[in-house]
């Protein structure tokens, strides 16, 4: 079984801040995507990368897919209140059809 | 990318009961994912639905609790059987987005089992 790991479980920082967050395999994904998920929503697609190496940047937000497609990091700079959320990681290995989820990282940015 | 209509957005069910939870989209989809996530945690999927043939399940989840329908490429729903307080949870249900790059997922349905 394919398992992601996140880092950090949680985070708390004040607005302005930059950050980053990780997330790690042991395996190899054929594309991994972020997601962020505020309270009381379904998970909202941030980014999907394919290619080790990726880099992509959506406003203050840059992903990045390591070389060997095992880990990815989430970069945000002046972080804002409404960065405020669980942000997942997942990944679709080259077999299967599904998604493995990783277990989260909760950012609160506070004013 | 599909919109997903997912209720009831929450529900507080006594034990015992059965609950089922409705998706509708707004488009014509394969397959449509059930996840759940317990407070605090991540996504674990429980079921593919697809259209016209019985659902898959994953490790640790069986259809007599998750009963499943899918009747048409646009809707499914999600049944949880003799509820009981560990069935408290987040569930939602998901589709592949457009050229498959990631998920849509529903708003969620806040069940508590009391």
């Known amino acids: 079984t394919q398992l992601l790991e996140q880092s950090p479980q949680f985070l708390s920082i004040q607005e302005g801040e930059n950050l980053t967050v990780y997330c790690n395999s042991s395996?190899?994904?054929?594309?991994l995507q972020w997601y962020r998920q505020e309270p009381g929503e379904g998970p909202v697609l941030l980014v999907t990368?394919?290619?080790?190496?990726e880099v992509k940047k959506l406003k203050r937000l840059t992903f990045q897919f390591g070389d060997a497609r095992k880990d990815s990091s989430l970069h945000i700079t002046a972080a804002q209140p409404g960065d405020t959320g669980l942000y997942l990681c997942?990944?679709?290995?080259?077999?299967?059809?599904?998604?493995?989820f990783g277990p989260g990282t909760r950012l609160s940015v506070l004013p | 990318s599909a919109v997903i209509s997912q209720k009831p957005s929450r529900d507080i069910c006594q034990r015992g009961t059965s609950l089922t939870i409705q998706c509708q989209v707004d488009?014509?989809?394969?397959?449509m994912f059930w996840y759940r996530q317990q407070p605090g945690q991540s996504l674990t999927l429980i079921a593919t639905?697809?259209?016209?043939?019985?659902?898959?399940?994953e490790s640790g989840f069986v259809i007599d609790k998750f009963p499943i329908s899918r009747p048409n490429l646009t809707f499914s729903t999600l049944t949880v059987s003799n509820m009981s307080p560990e069935d408290s949870s987040i569930y939602l249900c998901?589709?592949?987005?457009?050229?498959?790059?990631?998920?849509?997922f529903g708003s969620g349905t806040r069940l508590t089992v009391v």
């Open positions: 488009s014509q989809v394969t397959m």
């Open positions: 998901s589709v592949d987005s457009d050229r498959g790059g990631g998920y849509t």
């Open positions: 395996s190899v994904f054929s594309s």
């Open positions: 639905a697809n259209q016209g043939s019985e659902a898959t399940y």
């Open positions: 990368v394919v290619t080790g190496g």
């Open positions: 997942a990944g679709r290995d080259n077999y299967g059809q599904n998604f493995v």
